[in-house]
C-alpha cells in the first residue's frame, strides 16, 4: 500500500513538472504554511505560475486519485502532525492578481485579502474594507466565508470563478448561486476557487481609511495577533460569543503543552513556540468540554482540522 501510494506521488510529481510551469514540492512541511505553525508534511506541494498552469495539473492530479487540498494563507486550519498524504494546492505565488475598475473589485483567489482591501481604498472604492485585518487569501476568505465587523465575503460577491477538480471545467457562479451562512460557503465539493469580483462603491479614500484604522485598532486591542495563532478556534454559538463563553468557563491560560488559551481573547490559542497540532487538539476539547459543563453549550471548531486524508470537519 505505501509503496502503490509512493509511487503515485512520485509519477505525479514528474508529470506536473513535465507538462506545468509553477513549483513543485515534494515533503513540504505545513508548519511553514500555517499560521498556527505546527503540522506534518504534505506528500506533494504545488504551486502554479498561473492559471493555465493549474488547468494543466488538475487532470494530471484527478487521474493520480490522490487528494487534493487547496490551501489559501493557512490561518484557520490546524494540521495534524502527520500531514497530509497528497497534494497541496497552494495559489498564493501564481495566482494573486487584482484590480479595481468602477464599482467592481476582482481578485484571484491567491491574492492577499488585506492587499485587495487596502486597493480598493486608495482606489476610493468602499466595500472591502472589513478585510483590512483578516490574514489569508481571497480564496480562503470565500470558502470559509470569512468577516468581521458586520462586514462578510461572499455577501459582497458578484461572482466567482471556479475550477472543477473532477472535470477539470472552469465554472462561473453568481452570487445567487452559492449558498452562504455565518463563517460558511456551500459551494460544490472539488471546486477549487480562482477568481472573484465584487461590488464596490465610491468613496473618499481618506474616509475609508479612517474606517479601516479603526477596525484595526480595536483587533489590535483585542486579538493577540503577534503571537501566532489561527484565528477564532470556535465558531460563535447563535446569538452568542464564544470568547465570552470560554472566558467565564474560566479557560484564559489553560494549557497544553506549548499551545495556550489567549488571557486577551479566549477564542484564540497561541503557539508559544514548538507547540503540536495534538497538543492543540487537547486544548481544544478541554476548552469544549468546560463550556460544555459551565454552560451546556457545544462549540462548534472554526478552525479547519486536516489529517492524513483531507480536512475532517469540512
Ligand atoms: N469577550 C470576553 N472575553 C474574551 C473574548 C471576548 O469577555 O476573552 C467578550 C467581548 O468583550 C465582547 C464579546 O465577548 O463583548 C464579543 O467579543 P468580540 O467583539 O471580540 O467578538 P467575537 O464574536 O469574539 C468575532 C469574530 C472574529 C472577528 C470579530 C470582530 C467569530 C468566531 N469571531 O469575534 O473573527 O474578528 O468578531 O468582528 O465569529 C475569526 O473568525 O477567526 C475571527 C477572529
Not at 514540492?25 to 511553514?32: A, K, M, N
Not at 484557520?76 to 473589485?105: H, I, K, P, Q
Amino acid at each position: 500500500m505505501r509503496s502503490m501510494k509512493s509511487s503515485k506521488k512520485d509519477l505525479l510529481a514528474r508529470e506536473i513538472r513535465a507538462r506545468c510551469r509553477g513549483e513543485l514540492r515534494v515533503d513540504e512541511p505545513l508548519s511553514g504554511h500555517t499560521t498556527f505553525g505546527m503540522g506534518g508534511p504534505a506528500d506533494l506541494f504545488f504551486l502554479p505560475a498561473n492559471l493555465d498552469d493549474l488547468g494543466r495539473a488538475v487532470p494530471l492530479v484527478r487521474d493520480s486519485g490522490l487528494p487534493v487540498l487547496p490551501l489559501g494563507g493557512g490561518t484557520n486550519m490546524l494540521v495534524r502532525e502527520a500531514g497530509f498524504r497528497g497534494l497541496v494546492l497552494c495559489l498564493t505565488s501564481g495566482l494573486t492578481r487584482t484590480r479595481v475598475e468602477a464599482d467592481l473589485g476582482q481578485a484571484q483567489a491567491g491574492a492577499s485579502l488585506q492587499v485587495f482591501s487596502r486597493r480598493c481604498q486608495r482606489a476610493g472604492r468602499t466595500g472591502m474594507e472589513f478585510g483590512c485585518g483578516i490574514p489569508g487569501t481571497v480564496g480562503g476568505a470565500i470558502r470559509g466565508n470569512a468577516g468581521a465587523w458586520g462586514g462578510e465575503t461572499v455577501e459582497r460577491l458578484i461572482w466567482l470563478q471556479g475550477i472543477d477538480l473532477r472535470s477539470g471545467e472552469m465554472l462561473r457562479l453568481g452570487q445567487d448561486e452559492v449558498s452562504f451562512g455565518y463563517r460558511h460557503t456551500d459551494l460544490p465539493a472539488g471546486l477549487v476557487v480562482v477568481d472573484a469580483a465584487f461590488h464596490l462603491a465610491e468613496e473618499n479614500p481618506e474616509v475609508v481609511k479612517r474606517r479601516m484604522d479603526e477596525m484595526l485598532a480595536r483587533r489590535k486591542a483585542s486579538q493577540p495577533l503577534w503571537k501566532r495563532n489561527a484565528g477564532c478556534v470556535f465558531k460563535n454559538p447563535p446569538g452568542r460569543s464564544a470568547g465570552l463563553l470560554i472566558d467565564q468557563a474560566g479557560c484564559k491560560r489553560l494549557s497544553a503543552g506549548a499551545v495556550e488559551v489567549s488571557d486577551l481573547h479566549a477564542n484564540f490559542m497561541t503557539n508559544t513556540g514548538g507547540g503540536t497540532a495534538e497538543e492543540a487538539l487537547a486544548l481544544i476539547e478541554q476548552v469544549r468540554e468546560r463550556v460544555r459543563r459551565t454552560h451546556g453549550v457545544e462549540l462548534e471548531t472554526e478552525v479547519r482540522i486536516v489529517g492524513t486524508h483531507g480536512v475532517e470537519n469540512p
